[in-house]
């Protein structure tokens, strides 16, 4: 069955630091989407790729990059890792038009020290 | 801009109550609406959904109506049970706006007590 994975499922890791978080599907969608997940704010957009080598900022994008090399994976880098980014992390993607649902991974908590 | 407004949380039922958790929407097109459902500890899963005005979408017992005269599409269910405890996400797509990723409400907390 296809199926959209994250790894690791929690990360402890210290201010400053360089923190990749691993997002794979099987779907062969186009579009993939990374989420964090607050207390009282639901989910909110961090980046977005439409297509291989295409990558595009979200809502809240600051402090994180992200790379299309191929259709299943998207990774997810914190540059410099900053305590207001300890949060969960969710992957999501969706064939090409924005009409059909969503398939979410689950989840990364990622708590920065 | 598209936003998506639930009522506040949690909401505590005793079991085999009927259930309604309120959304609204705002969007500049013709969006499609999703009610998501989270499980502790677990990502979200796509509950139901409804693609153009007066559609229906239902499924394990849950049911939502897009209606655009009042810009809602509200979620229901005719008698809760414990294993429906979880937080309960609203969302649309505006596929006029170019834009393919959702916009979520603030979730809310359905707890249901046997």
């Known amino acids: 069955d296809a199926e959209i994975t994250q790894s690791p499922r929690h990360k402890i890791t210290e201010t400053g630091r360089q923190v990749t978080l691993a997002c794979h599907q099987t779907?062969?969608?186009?579009?993939m989407f990374w989420y964090r997940q607050d207390l009282g704010h639901g989910l909110r957009l961090i980046h977005y790729?439409?297509?291989?080598?295409?990558?595009n900022k979200g809502e809240v994008s600051d402090g994180y990059s992200v790379s299309r090399s191929n259709t299943e994976d998207l990774p997810l880098t914190l540059e410099s890792a900053a305590s207001s980014q300890t949060s969960v992390y969710f992957c999501?993607?969706?064939?090409?038009?924005?009409?059909?649902?969503?398939?979410f991974g689950p989840g990364t908590r990622l708590t920065v020290t | 801009g598209n936003s998506v407004t639930q009522m506040e949380g949690p909401v505590t039922l005793s079991e085999e109550a009927f259930l309604t958790i309120n959304c609204t929407y705002t969007?500049?097109?013709?969006?499609?609406l999703f009610w998501y459902v989270q499980y502790p500890g677990e990502g979200l899963q796509l509950l139901l959904k409804?693609?153009?005005?007066?559609d229906k979408g239902s499924n394990k017992g849950f049911e939502a109506t897009y209606r655009k005269e009042t810009t809602s599409f509200h979620l229901e269910k005719g008698s809760v049970q414990v294993s429906d405890s979880a937080v309960y996400f609203c969302?649309?797509?505006?596929?006029?706006?170019?834009?393919?990723?959702?916009?979520f409400g603030s979730g809310t907390r359905l707890q249901v007590q046997p």
């Open positions: 999501a993607s969706s064939e090409s038009t924005s009409r059909y649902e969503q398939y």
């Open positions: 779907w062969n969608h186009n579009n």
């Open positions: 790729s439409y297509g291989v080598q295409d990558t």
């Open positions: 969007a500049t097109g013709y969006p499609s």
């Open positions: 409804a693609t153009k005005a007066d």
């Open positions: 969302a649309l797509s505006d596929p006029g706006t170019g834009r393919r990723a959702l916009t």
